[in-house]
């Protein structure tokens, strides 16, 4: 992989970084989030709320489709037919993450994030919280995960 196709892609996930901790540091004082929390979010509260989710989410994907397969480039264990899983447990081998099945619980969260759930505001307060929470080891991964690709283009 080119230096040039590197360094687009850290100034891209160096953005959805920036956004989401924007989100995380504007969300503190509401979390960790209940139900009573939820039915009294001001507008600009559920505006920083539905920014956070759509930035969690994007950040995930962005990582899974396009970070980790450039660090198993890099480090020379790249294969076509690998599934998410299999990705995982190499980048676990190589130390770059801590828990491959942690990935695959993010992964799960982010599906449920991207559904409504208008009637079960215990759900909507469930994945909230886990994605608040979460929020810390996506951006520890995906600063692993930037570190290596940063010494190898440097």
């Known amino acids: 992989m080119n230096r040039n ?4 892609l850290i ?19 509401i979390f960790p989030i209940t139900e009573e929390k939820v039915a009294h979010l001001t507008q600009q509260e ?6 956070f989710v759509n930035r969690f989410c994007r950040l995930q994907d962005f990582m899974g489709s396009s970070l980790v397969d450039a660090v198993l480039i890099q480090i020379n264990e790249f294969a076509n037919d690998l599934t998410m899983i299999d990705k995982m447990n190499k980048l676990e081998k190589f ?24 009637n079960h505001p215990e759900l909507i307060v469930k994945f909230l919280n886990q994605a608040y929470s979460l929020s810390s080891e996506l951006l520890e991964v995906l600063n692993n995960l930037l570190s290596r690709l940063e010494s190898s283009s440097s």
């Open 95 to 118: 130390h770059l993450i801590k828990d491959a099945h942690l990935w695959l619980e993010i992964r799960k969260l982010r599906n449920n994030l991207t559904h409504e759930y208008p």
């Open 46 to 51: 559920v505006l920083v709320v539905d920014f």
């Open 11 to 29: 100034e891209i996930a160096r953005t959805h970084e920036s956004h989401l901790l924007y989100a995380i540091n504007n969300l503190a004082d």
């Open 5 to 8: 196709k590197i360094k687009s």
